[in-house]
Structures are given as C-alpha cells and as structure tokens.
C-alpha cells in the first residue's frame, strides 16, 4: 500500500482499480434503486469473468471475451447487452463520482438486437375489445 502512495504521489502513476472495487462502489450507489435486484445478478455475472480483473487496462478484446463467454453459455444477445449496460454504468459511476481513471471500452460494442415482434389483433379480437369496452 505504501509502494502505490508513493507512486501515485512522486510518479504519477494511478493506483490499480480492480472489478471488485468498482462493483462495490456501483452497488453502494445503487442501494435505493428499484432494479437493485436485477443490477445484483447482471453484477454476479459480471464478476463470474471479471473477477481480479485491473479495470485501467480493460480493453476491447476483454469485452469480446466477455461477450464469447457467455455466447458459449447459450445467453442470448439482449441479455449480454443489458449486462454490459451495467458494466458501463458501473465504469461510468467511478469516472464521474469517484473521478477514477479509467478507460471505457464498451461504447460502441453492444450488440445487435433481433426486432421485437409486432403483433396485430384480429378483427374477432378487435370487435371483443370494443364490445368489453362499453
């Protein structure tokens, strides 16, 4: 701990910042949202494959690891992207409240999402939803 004061302090050098410690600031700062449910299971998957990772030297091909990874688990794209979504706010929470230096190499790398189904009713349908709605 003293090596990185002084190299912070006499070289200029940014301490390391691990998954954990952003994780843990992120869910502190999300502890009175609604989805802090949700946020806790995509964080978990998360910290399934980020888990000691340095976030000062992520990078792109971490992302394209990440997104191989749970391909391989049969997730499907919506899904990594909303986990990635949380990774990105958690990255940016530490960039703009904590002001750590870090990169953020998710811009740009969410995935294509199939259309979602557009679904018409029927005339039967539409004659029963004007009559229930007298």
Same mark, same amino acid.
């Given at each position: 701990?003293?090596?990185?004061?002084?190299?912070?302090?006499?070289?200029?050098?940014?301490?390391? #910042?691990?998954? =954990?410690?952003?994780?843990?600031?992120?869910?502190?700062?999300? @502890?009175?949202? +609604?989805? %802090? &449910?949700?946020?806790?299971?995509?964080?978990?998957?998360?910290?399934?494959?980020?888990?000691?990772?340095?976030?000062?030297?992520?990078?792109?091909?971490?992302?394209? #690891?990440?997104? =191989?990874?749970?391909?391989?688990?049969?997730?499907?794209?919506? @899904?990594?992207? +909303?986990? %990635? &979504?949380?990774?990105?706010?958690?990255?940016?929470?530490?960039?703009?409240?904590?002001?750590?230096?870090?990169?953020?190499?998710?811009?740009?790398?969410?995935?294509?999402?199939?259309?979602?189904?557009?679904?018409?009713?029927?005339?039967?349908?539409?004659?029963?939803?004007?009559?229930?709605?007298?």
């Amino acid at each position: 701990m003293r090596a990185q004061l002084f190299q912070q302090q006499h070289w200029g050098r940014e301490p390391e #910042r691990l998954f =954990e410690d952003v994780a843990a600031e992120y869910l502190l700062a999300c @502890s009175g949202k +609604r989805s %802090l &449910s949700d946020i806790k299971q995509r964080v978990g998957r998360l910290y399934d494959h980020f888990d000691g990772t340095d976030m000062g030297g992520l990078a792109g091909q971490d992302v394209r #690891r990440f997104i =191989e990874w749970r391909r391989g688990h049969g997730v499907s794209d919506s @899904s990594i992207n +909303r986990e %990635l &979504s949380v990774l990105s706010a958690m990255i940016n929470h530490a960039i703009v409240h904590l002001e750590w230096k870090l990169p953020n190499p998710l811009r740009g790398r969410m995935l294509r999402e199939p259309e979602s189904r557009v679904r018409w009713i029927t005339r039967a349908e539409a004659a029963s939803l004007m009559q229930n709605a007298r």
